[in-house]
């Protein structure tokens, strides 16, 4: 499990949005099924909860805690849907969540939400830990991938230590993109500026500027 740590992860969130989407395409028991499910999330995160208390190698322990980090997100997206009745596949209480689908017209991962359709970007980044998904950051990212779609940027402001760095760089992981942050300062300028931006047209990999201001 530690050296195919993103394989799980990724593999896990597909088969979620596959479920979530039979459910919510069979419209005689979408109902029931949606709580159904909600109890089969509680069962799921107990018994991984279980595992992650035993003696496990690092990498495995890193990676199950990534994925009840992603979990009880699920978990809290399914219990919103619930108190919500939502029962259709067009709703933007499903629509607007982050969603991973094996598109078999391109034979390949797309994660979309709302709007944004984005290729995944396959970057190995290791068993590293996930942020723990707030409703602000969930907006946070539907902002980012609204910009993602229409070849735009982002520029998440708010007083200092409240995750927007961090915000930025776990919606990478999640489209498994390189995520680079810098520093910036005084002595930054229109070269150093071209320079990484080449950089980043080269690679593909994202930059988040701190401090920019």
């Known amino acids: 499990m530690g050296k195919l740590g993103k394989v799980v992860l990724t593999i896990c969130q597909m088969m979620w949005t596959r479920d979530v ?106 068993a590293c830990p996930r942020l723990v998904i707030t409703p602000l950051t969930d907006r946070c990212y539907l902002c980012l991938m609204g910009a993602l779609q229409l070849d735009l940027g982002g520029a998440p402001v708010g007083p200092a230590g409240t995750g927007k760095t961090e915000t930025t760089k776990d919606l990478a992981k999640a489209l498994a993109i390189w995520c680079v942050v810098f520093n910036c300062s005084d002595s930054l300028d229109y070269k150093m500026m071209g320079g990484f931006f080449s950089g980043l047209a080269q690679s593909g990999a994202w930059c988040c500027f701190d401090e920019f201001n």
């Not at 919510?24 to 099924?33: A, E, F, Y």
């Not at 109890?39 to 890193?62: D, H």
């Not at 607007?96 to 598109?103: E, I, S």
Request: charged share 25%; with cysteine; hydrophobic share 40%.
């Open 21 to 126: 989407t039979a459910i919510l395409r069979d419209s005689r028991t979408v109902i029931r099924g949606m709580r159904d499910f909600e109890q089969r999330s509680f069962t799921e995160l107990n018994l991984l909860a279980g595992a992650v208390r035993g003696e496990l190698p690092k990498l495995a322990r890193a990676t199950l805690c990534a994925l009840i980090t992603i979990n009880v997100h699920a978990r809290d997206i399914i219990s919103e849907m619930v108190k919500k009745q939502v029962s259709e596949l067009l709703s933007f209480d499903w629509q607007k969540q982050l969603r991973y689908y094996w598109n078999m017209k391109v034979d390949n991962c797309v994660v979309c939400m709302s709007i944004a359709v984005y290729t995944y970007g396959y970057e190995y980044l290791g």
